[in-house]
Nanobody
Framework: QVQLVESGGGLVQAGASLRLSCAASGRTFSSYVMGWFRQAPGKEREFVASLWSTSGLTAYRASVKGRFTISRDNAKMYLQMNSLKPEDTAQYYC?????????????????WGQGTQVTVSS
């Protein structure tokens, strides 16, 4: 089993920055995909960013590209969020999957954190 714990959320004004962290513990894997997702009230969970552990390749949803950066450092994953907008307001989740396909599909991920709230005021 893998445990994921997010932190770093908060209430900020538009234009500010936040860095979310996700600490992983438990079973280790040689190859995996890490992802960040978000879910606003009344909306479906949506893909934000992914990073492949072996290649370091990253992928982003179009609306955050250039503003958000996904990275990792050993057992921690990060999401640096700059130039935040009110539409970025959501509960943010980190996730982990063992296969490289379907990285934008939340149903394809095996492990999830409990989420951290990000609220951006205008």
């Amino acid at each position: 089993q893998v445990q994921l714990v997010e932190s770093g959320g908060g209430l900020v004004q538009a234009g500010a920055s936040l860095r979310l962290s996700c600490a992983a513990s438990g079973r280790t894997f040689s190859s995996y995909v890490m992802g960040w997702f978000r879910q606003a009230p009344g909306k479906e969970r949506e893909f934000v960013a992914s990073l492949w552990s072996t290649s370091g390749l990253t992928a982003y949803r179009a609306s955050v590209k250039g503003r958000f950066t996904i990275s990792r450092d050993n057992a921690k994953m990060y999401l640096q969020m700059n130039s935040l907008k009110p539409e970025d307001t959501a509960q943010y989740y980190c996730a982990l999957k063992m296969t490289s396909s379907a990285y934008t599909d939340p149903n394809a991920y095996d492990y999830w954190g409990q989420g951290t709230q990000v609220t951006v005021s205008s």
